[in-house]
């Protein structure tokens, strides 16, 4: 970081009213949540407290995971590192496998004073996944099977502590019955108990992941045929074999197919739970939005509230993650941050979730580790539509699930208008498939474009931006 800049923002921190004390962290995690909410354009979302979030804030409208994927991901995003940094592809790898002596994004804040808690999913879920050193104390709801229902209706609990049974459940309970409603519950609780001291509190929403079950209410506020149908439905012309999936991940719920298309009616009550699952956990989201204003501390409370990937329901013939595709690599990504002064601002700017260690750190007055991955996007968040990265990079490994070493890696490099992924084996780097696109107002892929003669220059030209890595993307006074 240069010194001129941290300077000037320290002066900043010690000048400001509101900033009597060190900042508080409220740093919100929401699982397979993708940019579909009303700050972000969304004609059907119903999100009112996510959209009071993003008039206080810098919506940033580019965001992009470095896998999509739960594991990887939150490992990147809570080390700094990307995920060949990490070592973590895979649903079982610790990240502390391969980087021991990593400090962690709350521990980072833990040794620098403040008092670092979590509440709900912020790790991937299994209780092996957890980092007990990150925290100040034991983890609230970290664990699935500790934390709280994912279903209520007997019909769906008659397996007992089965992972999968509908796909989709509508009940009549108020918010607390779901798992979601109990972690809001127990952080407005930290946040009381924790008024009086500078901290990083992380809330881990597990919603709208599937199982879709949220209370009814949310339910009623849409009408299931009033929500689109997804659009395409079929794979991009040319895309290779490698880079779509089965689905196998909703196939498991006992009312979808083996396989083969979803049947209409399944797909449309799909997508209407979905978008019921977003509006219970923005209600969610309000309740410590809430909280923060009776207790006083808005306005000495930096928010940060991310996704740890998007999610297909049905754009490309595809379901849930585990692609390269922009619906699963795009992400939302909002910062309200007290110290700056653009609010209700929104940034075009291609940011990454590697992003956001750094950023917070600068944010709160405290110096930059030199092994992080990401760039601080504070000087966006000052000036949101100055020129920043030139790309952001996201990758994901075929065959994918538990394999702590993947025979391909499809890395991907996303630009303005393009994305460009090549397949390599991970052994001899040989590209074993590639796909270029071109984007259009909907940001979704049509047609691979690599190989095409007319494309050849873009190709070379994004090779050679996919070959430099991500140092080279950065903004040009990094």
Known sequence: MHIARWCSLLLCLLASPAMGQQPNILFIAVDDLRPQLACYGDRVAITPHTDRLAQRGVVFNRAYCQQAVCAPSRASVLTGRRPDATRVWDLKTHFRAALPHAITLPQYFKVHGYEARSVGKIYHDPANAQDRIS??????????????PKYVRSENLAGGTSWKAAAT??????????????VADAAVQLLRELKDTAFFLAVGFRRPHLPFSAPKRYWDLYQTDAIPLPWPDRAPLGAPAIALHTGVELRGYTDMPDAGPLPPGSIRELRHGYYAGISYIDAQIGKLLDELERLGLLQNTLIVLWSDHGFHLGELGL????????????????????LLENKAAHSDALVELVDIYPTLLELAGLPIPDDLDGTSMAPLIAEPGRDWKKAAFSQFPR???????PEVMGYSVRIRDYRYTEWRNMDSGVVVDSELYHYGADDIEHRNLAGNP????TEKSMKQLLDGGWKQALPSDN
């Open 319 to 338: 379901w849930c993650k585990t692609t390269n595709f922009e619906t699963d690599t795009r992400v939302p990504l909002i910062i309200s941050s007290p």
């Open 454 to 457: 007319d494309f050849r220059a």
């Open 399 to 405: 065959p994918w699930m538990y394999k702590a070493k």
């Open 169 to 182: 459940e509508c009940a009549d309970v108020p918010d607390s019955a779901y798992v979601d409603g109990k």
């Open 135 to 148: 925290w100040s104390a034991p983890e609230v709801m970290a664990v699935t099977g500790h934390a709280g």
